[in-house]
């Protein structure tokens, strides 16, 4: 089992609509954790870090589940420039060994 | 703001050569670190640093090596290359080790060994 999964995709969704996407995490020891934004052939910018609490930032909201080992993305009212690869990344300890999904490919569609 | 320098942004190899992958970070960052992403596979550690004069091994490091004379610069050195190297490389730079940090990236640099 991959330390941190996740949905290759691709989301295919209409602009405007609202579309969400999970990863799991295998190390229930695990301390932090983000999503970070990946662009055709760029490379990955953080999104935003997501704390127990959930947090959210415009449009986009990320929620954290401990007990069942997972993060959350939610994206509201999707633009076109949101077509990207999500990619999840956990933080398993104090050595700041990140481990990074494979990322969730997502197109908005006019 | 420059941020993380990373050269080349292509580069072509023959089996058996060696180069080096240029890294360099303004923002006085003392954590560095090398990836390399490959289709359907998350970013991979190659090696890392947490302070001039410091490296250590990622979870990939063999055929690759490191070296970290200043705090600025972390070049990444393919020993002989082999096709099994084709890949993105990545550098990244942060200001921290622990908790919510933020990694920076390079633009990458796409090799490929033929």
């Known amino acids: 089992r991959k330390e941190v999964e996740q949905d290759p995709g691709p989301f295919n969704v209409p602009e405007g609509a609202t579309v969400a996407f999970n990863c799991t995490y295998s190390?229930?020891?695990?301390?932090?954790f983000f999503w970070y934004r990946q662009d055709c052939r760029k490379e990955p910018k953080l999104l935003m870090s997501?704390?127990?609490?959930?947090n959210e930032d415009g449009r986009f909201t990320a929620q954290l589940n401990r007990a069942s080992q997972y993060i959350s993305l939610l994206i509201r009212d999707s633009k076109l420039s949101d077509s990207a690869t999500y990619l999840c990344?956990?933080?398993?300890?104090?050595?700041?060994?990140?481990?990074w999904g494979a990322g969730t490919k997502l197109i908005i569609k006019p | 703001n420059a941020g993380v320098t990373q050269t080349p942004k292509f580069q072509v190899l023959k089996t058996g050569q060696s180069m080096t992958l240029q890294c360099a970070q303004d923002?006085?960052?003392?954590?560095m670190s090398w990836y390399r992403q490959d289709p359907g596979m998350g970013l991979r550690l190659i090696h890392y640093?947490?302070?001039?004069?410091?490296?250590d091994q990622g979870e990939v490091p063999n055929g690759y090596n490191v070296s970290r004379s200043t705090t600025e610069d972390f070049p990444l050195r393919l020993l002989s290359a082999a096709p099994s190297q084709t890949s993105v490389y990545f550098c990244?730079?942060?200001?921290?080790?622990?908790?919510?940090?933020?990694?920076?990236f390079g633009q990458g640099t796409r090799l490929t060994v033929v």
């Open positions: 190390n229930s020891a695990s301390q932090s």
């Open positions: 923002m006085n960052h003392e954590y």
């Open positions: 990344v956990v933080n398993m300890g104090s050595n700041y060994q990140l481990i």
């Open positions: 990244a730079s942060s200001y921290s080790m622990v908790g919510e940090t933020e990694a920076f």
């Open positions: 640093s947490v302070g001039a004069g410091i490296t």
């Open positions: 997501v704390y127990s609490s959930g």
